[in-house]
């Protein structure tokens, strides 16, 4: 019995179908503090305690989602294609908002880490959460990080972004819709995207746009602050 538990299929239905089940909440109650990412994320765990199944087994079973994660990101593309003639003349302004956007991810985690007596494992753990899951997870073991801390950060990272974002830069006053997607999509990459897409098109669009800026510049700069730091 444990082993048709803990198989692929089940895997995968357990995924979708709690995932399933947080997309039927959302749209009942329409609030973005039952996202169902978060819903579908609480679930998944739930089970998993109450089935007793590890890490290890969930992630080998759940393998397929995470190559589909590239693609999805990829997908995005699309949104871009459709919103492009906003974004003609600001290429240079949201190139260099996603590159301070990504120094300070990474620069505020070692700074707050060190101010706490984190140590080295657990910072180079947290210092990708900004980036998509498929580049923080090779980011995080290539600097001595733990990729499963990683993945739990990363994930709450952009529900935090999803849900309080829209709420902040209203406060902010920040309401052209460029200023909000490169917001939401470089501070909590695909999920965050998934609330902008609500937002509007073109916030949509330049979030998934974020999404691939921020991982390249957290490619790139991660190791120039270490090397400063």
């Excluded at 492009?84 to 991810?105: N, P």
């Excluded at 490169?182 to 902008?196: F, N, Q, V, W």
């Amino acid at each position: 019995m444990k082993e048709i538990i803990s198989s692929t299929p089940a895997m995968l239905l357990l995924v979708v179908g709690s995932y399933y089940l947080g997309t039927m909440l959302y749209r009942r109650l329409r609030s973005a503090w039952v996202h169902p990412v978060a819903v579908g994320m609480i679930l998944t765990l739930i089970a998993l305690l109450v089935l007793d199944i590890d890490y290890p087994t969930f992630q080998a079973g759940t393998a397929f989602l995470d190559f589909l994660l590239g693609p999805t990101v990829v997908a995005l593309g699309y949104l871009l294609y459709e919103q492009i003639e906003h974004l003609r003349g600001r290429e240079i302004t949201i190139f260099i908002a996603t590159a301070v956007g990504g120094l300070i991810g990474i620069a505020s985690v070692i700074l707050l880490g060190h101010l706490f007596g984190l140590d080295s494992i657990l910072i180079a753990s947290l210092q990708p959460k900004s980036a998509t899951m498929p580049i923080a997870l090779p980011l995080s073991a290539r600097w001595g990080g733990l990729p499963s801390i990683t993945a739990i950060v990363v994930f709450i990272t952009g529900i935090i972004g999803s849900l309080i974002g829209p709420w902040l830069l209203d406060k902010c006053g920040i309401t052209h819709p460029i200023a909000r997607g490169l917001a939401l999509g470089s501070a909590s990459h695909g999920i965050g995207t998934s609330r902008a897409i609500e937002l509007g098109a073109l916030e949509g669009a330049v979030s998934g746009l974020a999404i691939g800026l921020t991982g390249v510049a957290i490619s790139l700069l991660l190791p120039l602050v270490e090397w400063m730091m």
